[in-house]
């Protein structure tokens, strides 16, 4: 598919998208949200592609949120259908299997911060800054951001940023673990190359089933989630990724996964 808001590259085990929209800062138009979406798709459908950056052009924004000359059409239909377009692409990059690193190279606001908080790791230049504006703006955040900062960094935390706006530097975000890396802004992309190749010296299939086992556990009671950790410690050691690694130790070599 021929993509004019994204670039999406395949390199080695790793699927790139980057948002290609500097001269608008990134925003999150409907039809790149849909772009996200179908290379989310072909992501997911590549079993060669074990892993995933979600970055932007530039250096000034990596998303300044939602497009306003959509989104000041005050269409009450067409700004719910955004907000759910925004929940359903979000969560395929949080519930496919395949872990993501967010690469924050600028500021990264409303919609944008919470793109990234869809994402497994971030690293964050240590010149950009995260925000929630919106309730200035006289609306709400609306693509995950009341309930997935919430659960990162607590009720309080969420509360105090949500209601004030207040922006959040790079220091601050790892502090709170909003972030997991803070470098400077020309290092972001090999940061989140060397997290990627990481993450695909891993088992793909593990790594699928640890994040089954962290998105549905953190949300049910403590006995549950261990039960349904339980359960899938039994898939993983049953195949045939964890038999290679298990081979590999023994005999002091890097081990082969295929992800099965």
Known sequence: MAYENIILDKKGKVGWITINRPEALNVLSMATLLEIDSALNEIERDENIWAGVLTSSGVKAFCAGADLKELGALDLVWNMNYSKTCHRVFGKIEKMGKAFVCGINGFALGGGFELTLACHLRVMSDRAYLALPELGLGAVPGAGGTQRLTRLIGKSRALYYILTGERIDANTALSMGLVHKVVAPEQVPSECEKLASLLCQKSPFAISLALQAINSGS?????????????LTAIATASQDAREGLQAMQSKRPPSFKGR
């Not at 949300?219 to 039960?227: F, S, Y």
């Open 219 to 231: 949300e049910i009671d403590l006995e549950n989630g261990l039960d349904f950790e339980t359960a």
